[in-house]
């Protein structure tokens, strides 16, 4: 294995050099949502303003909270933060919030707000430069200790940890040597 040392030292500028949007739209639908709190495709702006504050808001008391016990306010990213769990197990897993159906979660808010914790909920600046989710890295030459190329390399790259020391898992690595693509 010893082509994966030469493959992922190739993938270190396009790492540390990539500008790659960690806005999520997995169906396509338009609809992008940034996995930071703030900002106009913002958690806060596209997600919780909508679907959370009606109920979760701290400027609410009394029946207007419409059930939502005092204190579990979403107002701002630390009201989010101390919350976000519960937030996650709720909307995202058992889906019984918002309580209404209509309002419910769409695979790209559930997929920011997941992100959005997986990053360290952050406030801003997220987007400019990661990606939640899968990154496709280009291909590759993967080269010998002498230099000398071996053959090509694929893979897709996952995020695991967002805050230094930052953590990525390459995923689908698809290694073909020279000779075989030679002969496709």
Not at 38 to 59: A, D, F, M, R, V
Request: glycine share 8%; hydrophobic share 35%; charged share 20%.
């Amino acid at each position: 294995m010893k082509w994966l040392k030469f493959f992922l030292l190739a993938l270190c500028p396009f790492i540390l050099a990539s500008k790659v949007s960690a806005e999520t739209d997995p169906a396509g639908s338009g609809e992008m949502i940034s996995p930071d709190f703030y900002g106009t495709n913002g958690i806060k702006n596209k997600l919780i303003k909508p679907k959370c504050l009606g109920c979760h808001s701290s400027q609410l008391s009394g029946t207007e909270r419409n059930g939502a016990p005092e204190g579990s306010n979403f107002d701002t990213l630390q009201d989010a933060k101390d919350h976000a769990d519960a937030i996650i197990q709720r909307a995202v897993v058992q889906m019984d919030m918002p309580p209404n159906p209509a309002q419910q979660l769409t695979e790209a808010e559930k997929l920011a707000l997941k992100n959005w914790v997986a990053f360290g909920y952050p406030g801003t600046g997220l987007s400019s430069h990661y990606s939640a989710g899968n990154v496709t890295l280009p291909k590759v030459f993967v080269y010998d200790a002498d230099g000398n190329a071996l053959g090509t390399a694929e893979a897709e790259m996952s995020i695991i940890k967002s805050t230094p020391p930052f953590q990525f898992e390459i995923t689908n690595l698809k290694y073909t040597p020279l000779e075989q693509q030679s002969q496709e």
